[in-house]
């Protein structure tokens, strides 16, 4: 198993909504990231986990709230959006052993903040 | 930090030209460095990556790029394209220092491809 599976593909949320992103990966990735990407950009790192520990948080609001359970399995909790947070969301995993290091990428999460 | 740059902002090329897109990057020591392409809506895949040895490294689909130490730059180059290489191409560079964790990726290069 390669992938990493994010859910939903689509949210839709009021500025008052909570909501969660999901990230999973089998692969026994013991790094997990979130990235944001608008329209026509790149993505912009916003976390990474390093053996579920929180190793990197590139000055992210505090509406973004990261949770890494388990080594397989990374979340995103959302709260009191603003609507220029609508982006694509993207989770990666990489194995953390430094000769081999590449980033998969799951499909992403694409948010409306309405 | 590091920082990536991709001179051209979009790119059309005819089905079954030669391509090369432009990288350069910016780092104390040598990069990792990565090639990823993004179709629209989906997420990013690898198509090569560059740590030590070989500077001309083969990736899937056909690419190949050249890292070039003395230019700082990484291109990614295709002898000839098909009309399914269509998509948004970045290039990234990985931080040594952290097991290259704080991946950037530069602004990318949109690839139109003409029949």
């Known amino acids: 198993d390669t992938e990493v599976t994010q859910t939903p593909k689509h949210l839709v949320m009021g500025m008052t909504n909570k909501k969660s992103l999901k990230c999973e990966q089998h692969?026994?990735?013991?790094?997990m990231y979130w990235y944001k990407q608008k329209a026509k950009k790149p993505p912009e790192l916003m976390f990474v986990?390093?053996?579920?520990?929180?190793?990197i948080n590139e000055s992210v609001p505090s509406r973004f709230s990261p949770e890494c359970p388990n080594s397989s399995l990374l979340n995103l909790h959302l709260h009191a959006l603003q609507p220029e947070d609508s982006a694509l969301y993207l989770c990666?995993?990489?194995?953390?052993?430094?000769?081999?290091?590449?980033?998969?990428f799951g499909s992403g999460t694409q948010l409306s903040v309405l | 930090a590091q920082s990536v740059t991709q001179p051209d902002i979009h790119i059309t090329v005819s089905e079954g030209a030669s391509l090369e897109l432009r990288c350069n990057y910016s780092?104390?020591?040598?990069?990792?460095l990565f090639w990823y392409v993004q179709s629209p809506g989906q997420g990013l895949q690898l198509l090569l990556k560059?740590?030590?040895?070989?500077?001309l490294v083969q990736g899937i689909k056909g690419f190949e790029a050249e890292f070039k130490r003395s230019q700082s730059s990484f291109n990614l180059r295709k002898p000839s394209v098909h009309w399914s290489d269509a998509a948004e191409y970045f290039c990234?560079?990985?931080?040594?220092?952290?097991?290259?964790?704080?991946?950037?990726f530069g602004p990318g290069t949109r690839l139109s491809v003409l029949p």
């Open positions: 990666a995993s990489s194995q953390f052993r430094g000769t081999n290091e590449k980033l998969f």
């Open positions: 692969m026994g990735h013991r790094a």
């Open positions: 986990y390093s053996y579920e520990k929180l190793s």
């Open positions: 780092y104390g020591a040598t990069p990792y």
């Open positions: 560059y740590f030590s040895g070989d500077t």
């Open positions: 990234a560079v990985g931080d040594r220092n952290n097991y290259g964790q704080n991946f950037v």
